[in-house]
């Protein structure tokens, strides 16, 4: 049975380093995902959201 692990990224510089750390770990990455959450230009943030998977 597979598991998985859904990952929160606040910054897109990360999201690299996020995937090799769990990859190391015995994951795989599933399905990437952005969000965009803000009001105006200067409050505008992006998560970003890395679904991984183990197991068979």
Known sequence: M?????????HHKDVGKTIEEWQKNGWRLHTYQTAGMGAGPMSYNVNHYLLF????
Do not use: A, H, M
């Open 2 to 10: 597979k598991e998985y692990e859904c990952v929160e990224v606040k």
């Open 53 to 56: 998977e183990r197991g068979e």
